[in-house]
């Protein structure tokens, strides 16, 4: 199956998990279309001061990969600076949040994997 970019859904969700101003999700592919065990594959955007709140993943595991931008992480809270090419993985019981650190929009993959 191939998805060209104009083909992608786009949605907006504003202080998305209680964090800071509005988040841009492009979704690769649904749900219903990925039949291994994702829940998400997408690119978010971030604008500068803009986060995603913290938040617990229960069952299931996120990874982040910084494809633009500088990135505030609190991996379990801890506090980490991400650049382009750094990557952070979430197991489930961890928490973590994201923020958009720098002066450029922050762009990342971010995957959700279920456990079985």
Do not use: W
């Amino acid at each position: 199956m191939i998805r060209r970019g104009s083909e992608m859904v786009k949605e907006i969700k504003e202080q998305m998990r209680g964090g800071k101003g509005s988040v841009e999700i492009t979704h690769f592919f649904s749900q219903d279309e990925i039949k291994g065990k994702a829940r998400l594959i997408a690119k978010i955007s971030l604008n500068p001061g803009c986060s995603i709140g913290v938040h617990e993943h229960v069952n299931e595991e996120e990874i982040y990969y910084i494809l633009k931008g500088k990135a505030l992480v609190d991996d379990n809270g801890k506090k980490y600076e991400l650049n382009a090419g750094d990557a952070s993985l979430t197991l489930g019981g961890e928490s973590h949040l994201i923020e958009n650190i720098g002066d450029e929009v922050l762009e990342f993959v971010a995957v959700i994997l279920l456990y079985a």
